[in-house]
């Protein structure tokens, strides 16, 4: 894999499995690892980061079965830059069609000194070793400059030099604790672009984290500085606050036609993986979540939904089906207004106009304070009670 100026293609990197799974009680097994792995490879995302070997028999075991099970995807293994992790991932990748080791080591000052108790030359030389003893396993090998969203930009700029001359073929530069603003990690981005002598034999990866809510917005200013690679996770799911969300960056992608970037997933399949993800590790989606909440395509307010009902792109950019949601739903509460009401009542086969329509909607406006959501049976039920009336 090599990056060019003009290349459009976004690589799409989903690491559910590895940075996702280190939520606390959302671990899997084996066989519902291999089962999400094939509705990512379904999903069409071209890398699986499928575990981190050394850490344990059993994800050892899930990235071997992982490769045994997926074809199209790159299997990648995380490892530290420990010659006997990267020994371990390597043999972990033995039946993969095709392999990757994601190496490498902290680089801001404060891994260096408070967490690796070292020195940047010393780092920058195990770094480098890393690399060169997991290309003697696979060709493509991934370096990541673990808090780089913290590292001085010069020094960043000469570790991701050396990785790339040692062989690393992609350069993550990870926004491990989710700090950094999305100007200064685009910034970080350009810088690497125009003072990296050797940046054009590598694809810059970018992987956010959520803590102060910005890995998504980071993520696509990473895009448009020059990162080709974005590594994410279904559903935003991962450490403390999570990781990029991956049905978000690619819907950005899809929407903003502008960026002049591709990427091969299907999205009519978003939802469907989301759910997927959510049942299997029991972690629920929040409602409001962007793109795959369930209240994404959901309308309640009066005049969201009169708009919703004349053109549905008065107030939805995505069309639901776009991301395999069957329809939107105008939600029948104490906020909706008479178009909203009269819509309803007519999916059900009944008609109301003028002051019947006005009558019945007082009637509707005192159900919805007592009971808060008006469904379709409790429509029905004000219907029959409103026509009775009526004819009495």
């Known amino acids: 894999m090599s990056s060019s100026n003009n290349d459009s293609k976004v690589y799409i990197f989903d690491t559910t499995l590895r940075d996702g799974e280190?939520?606390?009680?959302?671990?899997?097994?084996?066989?519902?690892?291999?089962?999400?792995?094939?509705s990512l490879e379904s999903l069409g995302v071209d890398i699986i980061e499928a575990g981190f070997p050394i850490s344990s028999p059993g994800d050892f075991n899930s990235v071997v079965e992982i490769s045994k099970a997926v074809s199209d995807p790159i299997i990648c293994a995380l490892s530290r830059a420990v010659e006997k992790d990267?020994?371990?991932?390597?043999e972990s990748l033995k039946y993969a069609k095709r392999g990757r080791i994601h190496t490498g080591i902290g680089t801001s000052d404060q891994h260096i000194i408070h967490k690796l108790k070292s020195n940047r030359e010393d780092i920058l030389e195990r770094g480098v070793r890393a690399v060169k003893y997991a290309k003697?396993?696979?060709?493509?090998v991934e370096f990541y400059a673990e808090d780089a969203g913290r590292t001085d930009n010069e020094y960043l700029a000469r570790i991701v030099e050396a990785a790339i001359a040692a062989g690393a073929t992609v350069v993550n530069?990870?926004?491990?604790?989710?700090f950094c603003l999305p100007d200064m990690y685009g910034e970080k981005i350009k810088f690497l672009k125009e003072n990296v002598k050797n940046i054009d034999r590598a694809i810059i990866s970018s992987h956010c984290h959520n803590d102060l809510g910005m890995a998504t917005a980071n993520s696509v200013t990473a895009l448009r500085n020059g990162a080709r690679q974005i590594e994410c996770t279904i559903n935003g799911i991962g450490e403390r606050a999570g990781n990029t969300s991956l049905?978000?960056?690619?819907?950005?992608?899809?929407?903003?036609?502008?960026?002049?970037?591709n990427c091969d997933i299907n999205t009519q399949l978003l939802y469907p993986t989301s759910r997927l993800v959510s049942q299997t590790m029991g972690m629920p989606v929040q409602p409001n979540k962007a793109v795959v909440g369930s209240n994404a395509f959901a309308h309640s307010s009066g005049i969201h939904q009169d708009g919703v009902i004349k053109s549905r792109e008065n107030y939805e950019i995505i069309a639901p089906e776009e991301v395999g949601v069957s329809k939107s739903d105008i939600i029948?509460?104490?906020?909706?207004?008479?178009?909203?009401?009269?819509?309803?009542?007519?999916?059900?086969?009944?008609?109301?106009?003028?002051?019947?329509?006005?009558?019945?909607?007082?009637?509707f406006l005192v159900m919805a304070d007592e009971i808060k959501v008006v469904e379709d049976e409790s429509l029905r039920v004000l219907h029959r009670n409103f026509s009775k009336v009526m004819i009495s």
């Open 22 to 38: 280190q939520v606390p009680g959302c671990q899997l097994n084996a066989d519902e690892k291999i089962i999400i792995a094939k």
């Open 86 to 90: 990267i020994e371990c991932a390597a």
């Open 136 to 140: 003697k396993f696979v060709e493509d």
């Open 173 to 178: 530069i990870p926004d491990t604790t989710g």
């Open 247 to 261: 049905e978000e960056v690619v819907m950005t992608i899809r929407k903003h036609r502008e960026l002049n970037l």
């Open 332 to 363: 029948l509460t104490a906020r909706s207004g008479r178009a909203a009401l009269k819509f309803r009542l007519e999916a059900l086969g009944i008609i109301v106009e003028g002051d019947e329509l006005n009558e019945i909607y007082s009637q």
